[in-house]
Every structure is written in C-alpha cells, then in structure tokens.
Nanobody
Framework: QVQLVESGGGLVQAGGSLRLSCAAS????????MGWFRQAPGKEREFVAA????????DYADSVKGRFTISRDNAKNTVYLQMNSLKPEDTAVYYC????????????????WGQGTQVTVSS
C-alpha cells in the first residue's frame, strides 16, 4: 500500500508557472512508476505525464509536451510536475498516481491515487 498527497495547486495567470508535488508514504517509493493525470468539469480524466520507477523513462501527453516536466526524488519519496507556460485549458484537478506495473498512461493500470489538487489558470 502507498498513500499519495498532492500539493502546490492554485491560481495563476496564463503564461505563468506552478510546481505540483506528490508526497508518498507506505511502501517503498522506488517500487512504483508514477503518473500525473487531470480532470476538468464535464471531461474525462486524462493522462498528463509519467515517470518510470528506475528513472530512465518519461512520457508526456502531446498537449503538455515542451511545457511540463515530471521528475522524482526517491530520497524524499516525492514526485513533481513543473508546469510552465500555463494556459486556461490546463485548468483542472490534478491527480498523482502510482503503479507497480510499469510506466504507462493507462488509467486502469494505476493502483493508487491521491486526493487531487486544483489548478486554475486565468486568462
């Protein structure tokens, strides 16, 4: 079992930046590949970014590639999402997730989820 808690969300103007954090507790953090997902009102949950447990691979949705960066610090049991050049369409609740399978953008393969943190980008 692993517990995930997101933080760092808030209100930012278009073009600004935020860094989200996901703190993990429970089972050894390095045993999991990590992912970030987001969900806006009236829309399905969508993949944002993922990071392999070994640190050798990353994956990004086309909509955020070049603007967002996922990273992890196993010593701190924390995964980050650095979000730059934010757009109003980035507004959503952002969720951190963990999987023991492998790096993937498939929602059903993630075993654990955080409670979410709200990101609002104003125009």
């Amino acid at each position: 079992q692993v517990q995930l808690v997101e933080s760092g969300g808030g209100l930012v103007q278009a073009g600004g930046s935020l860094r989200l954090s996901c703190a993990a507790s429970g089972r050894t953090f390095s045993s999991y590949a990590m992912g970030w997902f987001r969900q806006a009102p009236g829309k399905e949950r969508e993949f944002v970014a993922a990071f392999s447990r070994s640190g050798g691979s990353t994956d990004y949705a086309d909509s955020v590639k070049g603007r967002f960066t996922i990273s992890r610090d196993n010593a701190k049991n924390t995964v980050y999402l650095q979000m730059n050049s934010l757009k109003p369409e980035d507004t959503a609740v952002y969720y951190c997730a963990a999987t023991t399978v492998y790096i993937t953008r498939t929602v059903s393969l993630y075993n654990y989820w955080g409670q979410g943190t709200q990101v609002t980008v104003s125009s």
